[in-house]
């Protein structure tokens, strides 16, 4: 799969995005090791500190379903429909992700292909 056409279906999955009270809908596709995708999107909450992201939705779905090794994930947000701009992942996400992916993990946004070490240079870790 090409990185246009998993950032494609990180723009499908922000489709599904309950986003009502920010109004900004993200979409996160995942790629695993073997070749599943998982998708997810923001799902927020009138308190706001129990929305979850669309990427930890994407990869809490994959580890539930038992995969943990990932290759790379999407990201995709917007506010009006224009995915041209990068939408970046947060530190909660990021930090989810270096419990199962390495520095070099591979993060596609609108602008181009991030590694986690970039987005993360310092992690809590083991």
């Known amino acids: 799969m090409t990185e246009k056409e998993l950032f494609g279906l990180a723009v499908k999955a922000s489709e599904k995005a309950y986003c009502k009270y920010?109004?900004?809908?993200?979409?996160?596709?995942?790629?695993?090791?073997?070749?599943?995708?998982?998708t997810g999107c923001n799902i927020e909450n009138a308190s706001y500190s129990l929305t979850v992201c669309a990427e930890r939705t994407a990869i809490f779905k994959a580890v539930s379903e038992g995969y943990a090794d990932f290759a790379c994930i999407a990201i995709a947000g917007s506010a009006g429909g224009d995915f041209s701009a990068p939408c970046y992942p947060c530190g909660a996400c990021l930090q989810v992700m270096s419990e199962f992916c390495g520095g070099?993990?591979?993060?596609?946004?609108?602008?181009?292909?991030?590694?986690?070490?970039?987005?993360?240079?310092?992690?809590?870790?083991?």
């Open 104 to 126: 070099d993990f591979k993060i596609i946004l609108a602008d181009g292909v991030h590694t986690l070490d970039e987005l993360m240079p310092k992690r809590f870790s083991l």
């Open 22 to 38: 920010s109004g900004f809908s993200v979409g996160a596709a995942l790629l695993t090791s073997d070749g599943k995708v998982f």
